[in-house]
């Protein structure tokens, strides 16, 4: 029996519910963790001292680690785990695959060799190195989508060449590495690694004036997310136009992820898992992208006060996101074979 008019109008009333309250919670979440990453750590401060800080009456030496280390690197987590995953979750909404996140499909491979090109060839560091990335990431899209969209638009076939090109990039950035002296291979792997040692108020300011442009953007790009999930024919008669709304959100998501790669290197597996995450907890829907952002913002940050802080030696970030990315990978893998078989 197909339901009424009624029970559509109340299943959809009760599903934006649910989304409001996911995302209120995870807002919370992402604004607690954020204040465990500036207090906590050899000294721990207090609220007090964090607002004394941002109004000036601090002492010299709170003023330092709070305002220069501590905040810049929280803040920077929380903005690039946003970027992250509002961008994954868009190519894997566009793809209509959990597994097409930039992670897989070549991009960030792109960023991490011009990286490692900077490094090692160019000896370039800071926001020289972080451009030289966004340029390798935006050149290595352009190139898969050139490809891809060449007979057509496959989803399928874009991951196979995404990973294809990926695998290709990764064997050069190694080959560089292999050629390079020590100190070189010290500052690219930790660059590879994916790391918020090296974060400053620039980094604050380019990834959050980012956030907000990519929010801005994705939302509307959302709702023709869900209309292109129905079908091409589908949605170009609701008015849609197919070709260039799947360039903008192609775009967006690129520049949102390259930026965000730029800051603070690629930080594995937070673009892949924040999207099935999000759909985990809402299900679907235009708010999924934007809840994606907030499960990234929880995962970077969760992860820096666990690599902080849960042993005597810190490590980067990207170690402990691999550690739990790993497993869900060969899950979602798993899981996904067994659906088409």
Partial sequence: MNPTHDEKSLAARISSQR?????ASLLVLALALLYIDIIAGDSLYTFNDVMKVITSRAPGGITFVIGEIRLPRALTAFACGALFGMAGASFQRLLHNPLASPDIIGITEGANTAAVFGIVVLGISGLELSVFAIVGGLTTAIVVAMLTFHHGFAPQRLVLIGIAIGAMLNA?????LIRADQWDIQSASRW??????????????????????????????????DM?????????????????????IVITAVLMLSIATSAVG???FVSFLAGPIAVRLIHSGSSAIATSGLVGSCLVLG??????HAS????????????????????LMYLSMRKES
């Fill in 312 to 331: 005597g030696t810190q490590f980067p970030v990207g170690v402990v996101t691999s550690v739990v990315g790993g497993p869900v990978l060969v899950v």
């Fill in 172 to 176: 050069v950035s190694s080959w560089m």
């Fill in 303 to 308: 992860s820096d006060i666990i690599a902080q």
């Fill in 266 to 268: 690629p930080i594995a």
């Fill in 192 to 225: 590879l690694t994916g790391s918020l040692a090296d974060s400053d108020w620039t980094y604050v300011i380019i990834t959050l004036i980012t956030l907000v442009l990519g929010l801005a953007a994705v939302m509307p790009l959302s709702r023709q997310l």
């Fill in 228 to 248: 292109l999930r129905l079908g091409d024919d589908v949605a170009a008669g609701l008015g849609v136009r197919v070709g260039l709304s799947r360039a903008a």
């Fill in 19 to 23: 989304a409001a309250v996911v995302i």
